[in-house]
Nanobody, 125 residues
Framework: QVHLVQSGGGLVQPGGSLRLSCAASGRVLRSYDIGWYRQAPEKQRDFIAGVTIGGRTTFRDSVKGRFTIDRDIDANTVYLQMNNLKPEDTAVYYC???????????????????WGQGTQVTVSS
């Protein structure tokens, strides 16, 4: 059964860095693509980055060049490294298991937790 547990996040000054972790159960990273989303207050949850089973990454323009994704397959963990953070990056960040399709990322539905629990990132001086 899929289960994603997030860690990391917190408060950081503009220009600082944070790393978020998404630990997956079982063989999730060998079976699902992983997406990262964020949701700012009173805004919708938006896809910002993702990594395929094969390791190919993609980033939304707003984070491209500042955020990177790494995976530790043996540890079943995906990392979102966030550098040069800006106040507009403030949001709750979520990881999710699913599938990339042309032009979109589809989060899998079914038994299990295909969404991480979310973690707050606050960028403020």
């Amino acid at each position: 059964q899929v289960h994603l547990v997030q860690s990391g996040g917190g408060l950081v000054q503009p220009g600082g860095s944070l790393r978020l972790s998404c630990a997956a159960s079982g063989r999730v990273l060998r079976s699902y693509d992983i997406g990262w989303y964020r949701q700012a207050p009173e805004k919708q949850r938006d896809f910002i980055a993702g990594v395929t089973i094969g390791g190919r990454t993609t980033f939304r323009d707003s984070v491209k060049g500042r955020f990177t994704i790494d995976r530790d397959i043996d540890a079943n963990t995906v990392y979102l490294q966030m550098n040069n953070l800006k106040p507009e990056d403030t949001a709750v960040y979520y990881c999710a298991a699913g599938t990339f399709v042309p032009g979109n990322f589809i989060v899998t539905r079914g038994r299990g937790d295909y969404w991480g629990q979310g973690t707050q990132v606050t960028v403020s001086s």
